[in-house]
């Protein structure tokens, strides 16, 4: 069992629908960070959440971290072609002194024309 | 823009050899990473470095090793590879700061026949 569980693992929608991706822990982390990777590319951080209840918007993607700090959402509205790609979670577990990240398993998004 | 780089995409190595992965940064970064990067896994942190010569053991070091003798160049030691070590291999580095996000490489794919 993974510290970070994302979910749905794979998800495929038409261009133009909503999505919500999910990322679950039993531990808290003083922060969380999601990453967008695409292929033959290293992931690129899309977002840092810190504070619990956090909302932060990026154009048409919304993160939320949880009231207490063990749970975070993506949300993408009107998906486009170009949101195509694999969403990583990566948190930073609230005993950690140092700067290493707890990723999760990931998930693959594919957007259809 | 900082500029992590891989120093192979595609690597094909025979069981039992001995295989050097490298990675070099651009921006001055204290701390360099080694991730494996395999499907519904997410990233698991082999080694890490906060300083020169310096390294820490992540989640699965077994079968792997590390050399951190210049602060831009964090190398990945395979000393006898085995199969089960094909893999995507992905390199990192940040500032150390808290919260600091991770700049990848763009991965060093590894077939271990």
């Known amino acids: 069992t993974q510290l970070l569980e994302q979910s749905p693992q794979f998800l495929s929608i038409q261009e133009g629908e909503n999505l919500t991706v999910y990322c679950n822990s039993s531990?808290?982390?003083?922060?969380l960070q999601w990453y967008r990777q695409e292929p033959g590319e290293g992931p690129v951080l899309l977002v840092t959440v810190v504070t619990g209840g956090e909302v932060k918007k990026l154009k048409r993607l919304t993160f939320q971290f949880g009231d207490a700090r063990k749970d975070s959402s993506l949300h993408i509205t009107a998906a486009q072609t170009g949101d195509t790609g694999l969403y990583l979670c990566a948190g930073a577990l609230l005993e950690n002194a140092g700067n290493m990240l707890t990723f999760g398993g990931g998930t693959r998004l594919m957007v259809k024309p | 823009d900082v500029k992590v780089t891989q120093s192979s995409r595609y690597l094909v190595k025979r069981t039992g050899e001995k295989v050097f992965l490298e990675c070099v940064q651009d921006m001055d970064h204290e701390n360099m990473f080694w991730y494996r990067q395999d499907p519904g896994l997410g990233l698991r942190l082999i080694y890490f470095s906060y300083d020169v010569k310096m390294k820490e053991k992540g989640d699965i070091p077994e079968g792997y090793s590390v050399s951190r003798e210049k602060k831009e160049r964090f190398s990945l030691i395979l000393e006898s590879a085995s199969t089960n070590q094909t893999s995507m291999y992905l390199c990192?580095?940040?500032?150390?700061?808290?919260?600091?996000?991770?700049?990848f490489g763009n991965g060093t794919r590894l077939t271990v026949t």
């Open positions: 531990s808290v982390f003083s922060s």
């Open positions: 990192a580095s940040s500032f150390g700061g808290l919260h600091s996000p991770l700049h």
